[in-house]
């Protein structure tokens, strides 16, 4: 862990320069896909819910400051060996109340997406919005499968933000197959379904992550899991149902432990353990992709946890070759293709990484932002329709420049972790989006051995 002793850095640029090596055991913050859920579902249960480990980045703030405003009482406490624990009184399925002001969501795209969702359902109005990121992703893929439960929906032009729910006073079920793999979107029907009489289903001709239908399951309600005779899965659940109030605890995230981990990779002389993180095969695309890279990532003390696989991740400094990555793998691993990236790019060979259409609607366009930013870092990069292509030479990029993060958390780390390793520094232009996702992030990397400040 980082030292008490590191300083705090600023929110405004940081540089990360060359280092030596990366050792020790961390633990980096709680799920943030998790963690939205948790609060939801505690919103959503009747009696009190406890959750440990819960993310404390801005993303879900903002998603326990809505739940505030539709009724649920959350407050936090520190336990006495200094970590948190979060208690949620729940309101109840179909007891929502009407928020008195705006819900402002920040830059969470899967806050503002479950958030309506729970809405949908609920015969009440609510105004939703969010930061220059949010206000500019595509709202359509969810207004058009929760209208279809009879919700209405007043969105900004483009079907983007700000946008005014007006739940269905009466819903109905529906059976919905998702034209994008999107865990959001399947996961803002299901918990719309939960105070709608009947059956709804969606079908997901590619799997995405669970998280939805593993807490579902915690909190009691009945959800079925089954495979189509045409190979697709389809996931139903029955409403009106009572959830009742957990206990739970939330692991450390796949998605930002990825960062210390492909540093770890990367650094010469690197030993790292990194502890408790979520093991879900949903979400582990990366640690496959880098093993055929040629990582040495070790998975050890796999256990269960709240319903969720998680293990220690043990991982030393590998020898990366290039190679390429199936577009069939792109929802397995879609938020780790900047940090990707960046392994490709001290790797050995070419890597060419399809189907990432989906990267342009991220917090930023991923696919511009990171191939952007490389180049400018002296790798060559092509980007061919959804495909990311990026040469690696084996030896560390040449860096020396200043990357936009676009309010991206991702860029803004994959950048830092790229200037551990460049010949010359690499900075970003701007720190505080990494507090969405990863508070503590260029502390808690200093703890363990890099070089990252607030001074050129
Ligand atoms: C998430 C789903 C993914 C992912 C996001 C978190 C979730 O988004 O990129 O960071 O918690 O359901 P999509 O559903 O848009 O793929």
Not at 85 to 104: C, H, I, M
Not at 211 to 236: C, D, K, L, N, Y
Not at 404 to 428: A, N, Q, T, W, Y
């Amino acid at each position: 862990m980082a030292p008490a002793s590191s300083p705090a850095l600023s929110s405004g640029p940081l540089f990360s320069r060359k280092t030596p090596s990366l050792h020790g055991a961390l633990r980096v913050p709680g799920d943030k896909s998790i963690s939205h859920r948790a609060l939801m579902m505690g919103t959503f249960g009747v009696g009190r819910t406890v959750i440990f480990g819960l993310l404390e980045g801005e993303d879900i703030l903002a998603t326990a400051g809505a739940m505030r405003q539709l009724g649920a009482r959350i407050e936090r406490e520190a336990t006495p060996s200094g970590d948190a624990v979060w208690f949620v009184e729940g309101v109840g399925v179909g007891a929502l109340r009407t928020p008195e002001t705006v819900l402002d969501m920040g830059n969470a795209g899967t806050g503002v997406r479950l958030v309506m969702g729970m809405l949908a359902t609920h015969p009440i109005r609510a105004t939703l919005t969010g930061d220059a990121s949010l206000c500019k992703r595509p709202m359509g893929r969810v207004t058009e499968p929760l209208a279809q439960f009879g919700a209405e929906f007043q969105a900004s032009e483009g079907n983007r933000l700000p946008l005014t729910v007006t739940g269905a006073r009466s819903p109905v079920p529906l059976t919905y197959r998702l034209p994008v793999p999107s865990a959001q979107v399947k996961s803002a029907i299901l918990l719309a379904a939960l105070n709608t009489p009947g059956v709804t289903t969606v079908i997901e001709p590619i799997p995405t992550r669970d998280h939805t239908e593993r807490m579902f399951a915690h909190f009691g309600v009945p959800v079925e899991i089954h495979q189509t005779p045409e190979g697709e899965t389809a996931v139903s659940v029955t409403g009106q149902t009572e959830l009742v109030g957990q206990t739970l605890t939330v692991p450390a995230d796949p998605s930002s432990a990825a960062f210390p981990l492909v540093a770890a990779l990367l650094t010469p002389r690197s030993h790292l353990l990194l502890e408790g993180v979520g093991i879900n095969a949903h979400r582990t695309g990366l640690i496959d992709t880098l093993r055929e890279m040629g990582a040495d990532i070790r998975l050890l003390n796999e256990r269960m946890d709240t319903g969720e696989p998680v293990a220690d991740l043990e991982v030393r400094t590998s020898a990366l070759t290039g190679i390429d990555v199936p577009a069939s793998r792109a929802p397995s691993m879609i938020d780790e293709y900047p940090i990707l990236a960046v392994a490709a790019a001290c790797a050995t060979g070419t890597t060419r990484m399809h189907g990432l259409g989906e990267l342009r609607v991220k917090e930023s366009d991923r696919l511009t932002g990171m191939a952007d930013g490389l180049r400018a870092c002296g790798v060559q990069v092509e980007v061919e329709g959804d495909t990311l292509i990026v040469h690696g030479t084996g030896r560390p990029p040449k860096g020396g420049a200043r990357v936009p993060v676009m309010l991206d958390h991702r860029i803004g780390m994959s950048f830092l972790v790229l200037g551990m390793v460049s010949e010359e520094p690499v900075s970003i232009d701007e720190a505080a989006p990494i507090e969405t996702s990863f508070p503590g992030f260029a502390r808690l990397m200093n703890g363990i051995g890099a070089n990252i400040s607030d001074s050129p």
